[in-house]
């Protein structure tokens, strides 16, 4: 597709539910990104893959987080049992490869609201 | 321990006001920095990458430099539409490590 894609763009749910964010990359991308941004803070690194691999996933905050990718292609970021600290946006990225030189591209977010 | 630190919080500036947004860092080897433009309820929207201290890159009316520990985005006359929050982001290894950003107001 033409940019980095992501839905939910908005989910509220209630404490205790899991939830799935989905992630559609820029085509032909092969690394992919997740990062957190809470209100009014920096965006929180949370694990990247390259193709279908996970090489750093040190930035899930517990194991209540997880995330995968199939096809080299859509990821999925699961939060299982959400708190109300998990409220925040989720932002996925992408980027031909994950070295330097290559520009990384953001999605619009998806905003999660945990009730 | 890899670490951006962006100055100020926050910025105020008049229509054609111009100003400098700041952006420090300590990193084991630059490999990239990076200058992101983020509007209200959207996605961070890549503006430059610097790798050398000493490169400067431009855009309108954006000029982004480097030095070995610090990075400046040069606002020259903004205008209203300026306004929004510039994230800096140093390469880490395989992802970026990000500021808390500069939220920048420009008003009419």
Redo the contacts between chains.
């Keep these: 597709g033409a940019g980095?894609s992501q839905s939910p763009s908005n989910k509220v749910t209630e404490k205790g539910k899991d939830v799935e964010l989905r992630c559609d990359p820029i085509s032909g991308h092969t690394a992919l990104?997740w990062?957190r941004q809470s209100l009014g803070?920096?965006?929180e690194?949370l694990i990247?893959f390259?193709g279908n691999s996970a090489?750093?996933k040190s930035g899930l905050p517990s194991d209540r987080f997880s995330a995968e990718r199939t096809g080299g292609s859509v990821s999925t970021l699961t939060i299982q049992r959400t708190q109300q600290e998990d409220s925040a946006v989720y932002?996925c990225?992408s980027s031909f490869i994950?070295?330097?030189?290559n520009?990384?591209?953001?999605?619009?977010?998806s905003w999660l609201t945990v009730v | 321990e890899d670490q951006v630190t962006q100055s100020p919080e926050a910025l105020r500036l008049q229509e054609g006001e111009s100003s400098s947004l700041n952006c420090s860092y300590t990193v084991s080897g630059l490999?990239?920095l990076?200058w992101?433009r983020q509007d209200p309820g959207?996605?961070?929207?890549?503006l430059f990458?610097l790798?050398s201290a000493g490169e400067e890159k431009e855009k309108e009316r954006l000029k982004a430099t480097l030095t070995k520990k610090e990075s400046f985005l040069h606002i020259t006359a903004p205008k209203p539409e300026d306004s929004a929050t510039y994230?800096c982001?140093v390469?880490n290894?395989?992802?970026?490590?990000?500021?808390?950003?500069t939220r920048l107001q420009v008003f009419p």
Excluded at chain 1, 98 to 101: D, F, I, L, R, T
Excluded at chain 2, 42 to 46: H, L, Q, R, V
Aim: hydrophobic letters at 30%.
């Design positions: 980095v990104y990062y803070q920096g965006l690194f990247y390259q090489p750093d932002l990225a994950a070295e330097p030189g520009t990384i591209y953001f999605g619009e977010g | 490999r990239g990076f992101y959207k996605g961070p929207e890549f990458t790798y994230l982001a390469y290894t395989d992802k970026l490590i990000f500021g808390t950003g």
